[in-house]
């Protein structure tokens, strides 16, 4: 059976919206970007993706790569430009555009790119940011009856301060449980390169994030970056812990047409 569509705030006039999918989304998730797609559009959003976008730059920029990040954020504001709004179903990509793009252009030496930066920036909203505070989304009604928890990813929590909206929206779901873990606001041990940089840390990390996860006793283990869920889906699934991991799109959204992660 479809699940029933949200309870949206239409005071406001419908709005055009550009879709910045994200790397690891297109690439590992793409059932996350349709999710996102139908929950926009459930909402009264025209929702359109550029298929001029590319990534967001935040590997070359956190690397010290500062000039291909540039080059690259020329790119995605110059696909992103015409529109009112940007959504972003990740707290690093839309950090990376919001936070980080004006700073890489100098005021004086660059001051067309530093104020179409700012303007993009300004723009841009994380997901579960658009839906609760722009939108005004409520999802009674739509039936979720598991057991959640919610993992704030660094970017989403130090960045851009995004903590309530999520666990607003979940937990306006119809029969969900929101289960908090302890020290919910610690990092998995992702951190894109650092993963990789170093392994050791990293898995000491994401092993003591899977504690917290199990500890829980939910079924479910969603979040809003792809990159975070990925890394402690993997962990669970190698210690052969039986806990689902989705995007939190999916999850509002009632889409378990896909398996979880790992």
Avoid at 14 to 30: A, H, K, W, Y
Avoid at 221 to 234: E, H, K, P, S
Wanted: charged share 25%.
């Amino acid at each position: 059976m479809e699940p029933s569509g949200p309870s949206v705030d239409r005071s406001h006039r419908t709005l055009r919206v550009g879709l910045l999918v994200t790397c690891l989304v297109d690439i590992f998730r793409p059932s996350a970007a349709f999710a996102t797609v139908k929950l926009l559009e459930e909402a009264g959003c025209e929702v359109v993706v550029p298929m001029t976008q590319t990534c967001c730059g935040q590997p070359a920029y956190n690397s010290g790569d500062r000039e291909t990040a540039k080059e690259i954020a020329k790119q995605v504001i110059a696909s992103f430009e015409i529109f009112p709004h940007v959504v972003v179903p990740s707290g690093s990509c839309a950090s990376m555009i919001a936070k980080h793009y004006p700073g890489l252009f100098d005021a004086e030496i660059e001051p067309s790119w530093r104020a179409r930066a700012e303007g993009l920036a300004a723009r841009t909203s994380e997901l579960t940011v658009f839906l609760a505070d722009i939108l005004g989304v409520d999802y009674s009604g739509r039936s979720y009856p598991r057991r959640v928890t919610y993992h704030d990813s660094c970017s989403s929590v130090r960045e851009l301060g995004v903590a309530s909206q999520p666990r607003a929206l979940l937990k306006s779901l119809d029969g969900l449980t929101l289960a908090e873990m302890s020290d919910r606001d610690v990092c998995c041990g992702f951190g894109g390169a650092f993963a990789l940089k170093y392994p050791e840390i990293s898995n000491a990390i994401v092993s003591q994030k899977a504690e917290r996860v199990t500890e829980t006793g939910a079924e479910v283990l969603t979040g809003a970056d792809l990159g975070c869920l990925v890394n402690i889906a993997g962990k669970l699934a190698r210690e052969g812990r039986t806990v689902e991991v989705r995007h939190i799109a999916e999850v509002l959204a009632g889409d378990a047409s896909e398996p979880g992660l790992c």
